[in-house]
């Protein structure tokens, strides 16, 4: 993408959303720190739900841990991997006052040095708690920047590195909540709203959707013997010949961790396997693998 379209683009964007904001709630960098950890490979909402009542009663590394391990996940029990987060909440907590007074150190060394905290989330907090100009790069960006062809890469990493080029100076303080609000509102996974882009003239995805495409389908004589809508898979659903199928895995997923999932053929192969597991059993192990790849 040219220069002077990618300055074009984010004056879209800014013009849209003039003071773009996180979704996440927090108190304070600390609440922010646990509030980001506990949002890897879930959606903001089913965080919030949890750490509103948490946050009332832990709001400081102190408070964290006199509060306890066992009513930490009586609070996020919700969330997937909760016994693991609940682990390293505790135990970032405890490293923060053996090494940092207590305080959320303004470094992302020192912020990935803890535990449940990599690269996504040191940006995160180094961005939304001490105003750095980081971009922090979750699926939703990565779709966008190489969707649009503002940022191409491979990696996280390497979209990340691209962003920092090609982002405006001007503009990068509120880049990550731009981008990530809007691939996760209007370029989304799925169905892109291509209509109702405001930077769709400068966008260089060549399958965009129409106000024709966007129309319902007519509804086809034959009922199928399976519907998301009619029958949904619940963490209890086992996983039988029916719901082995790639796609009602990935619905599964996005509804529960409230993201867009790359299936690898290892994955895939658990899935199938034929031993008894439920959809709940598939979750947890994607979260498991997806913290596995983060911590490396």
């Not at 964007?13 to 927090?26: D, I, S, V, W």
């Not at 909402?45 to 102190?62: C, H, I, W, Y």
């Not at 491979?154 to 909540?177: D, G, I, M, Q």
């Not at 691939?183 to 966008?203: F, L, N, S, T």
Request: hydrophobic share 40%; aromatic share 6%; net charge positive.
């Amino acid at each position: 993408m040219r220069k002077k379209d990618i300055a074009a683009l984010f004056d879209r964007l800014a013009e849209a959303m003039p003071a773009p904001k996180g979704e996440l709630e927090y108190v304070n960098p600390y609440t922010l720190l646990v509030a980001v950890a506990l949002s890897a490979q879930a959606t903001d909402v089913s965080v919030n739900k949890a750490t509103r009542g948490l946050f009332q009663e832990a709001d400081s590394p102190e408070k964290m841990l006199a509060l306890g391990e066992g009513r930490l996940k009586e609070h996020i029990k919700t969330i997937g991997l909760f016994n693991t987060k609940a682990k390293n909440v505790m135990a970032l907590s405890r490293l923060l006052i053996e090494h940092h007074g207590g305080a959320v150190p303004r470094d992302r060394e020192a912020l990935e040095k803890l535990p449940g905290v990599g690269r996504k989330t040191a940006n995160v907090v180094l961005n939304i708690a001490f105003g750095e100009p980081t971009i922090a790069v979750d699926t939703h960006i990565f779709r966008v920047a190489n969707r649009t062809g503002l940022a191409p890469g491979k990696t996280p990493l390497a979209v990340e590195l691209a962003l920092e080029k090609a982002v405006p100076a001007e503009r990068k303080l509120h880049a990550h909540h731009w981008l990530i609000l809007h691939g996760r509102y209007v370029c989304k996974a799925r169905k892109p709203d291509c209509p109702a882009c405001v930077v769709r003239d400068y966008c260089g995805f060549k399958a965009k959707t129409t106000l024709e495409a966007a129309a319902p389908k007519a509804a086809k004589g034959k009922r199928p013997g399976f519907d998301w809508h009619r029958d949904p898979i619940t963490r209890e659903t086992p996983v039988t010949t029916t719901y082995r199928n790639t796609q009602n895995v990935r619905r599964f997923l996005k509804a529960a961790c409230g993201e867009d999932f790359v299936f690898d053929r290892a994955f895939m192969r658990w899935v199938k396997d034929g031993s008894r597991k439920t959809m709940g059993d598939v979750a947890d192990e994607w979260l498991r693998r997806q913290t596995r790849s983060e911590s490396r």
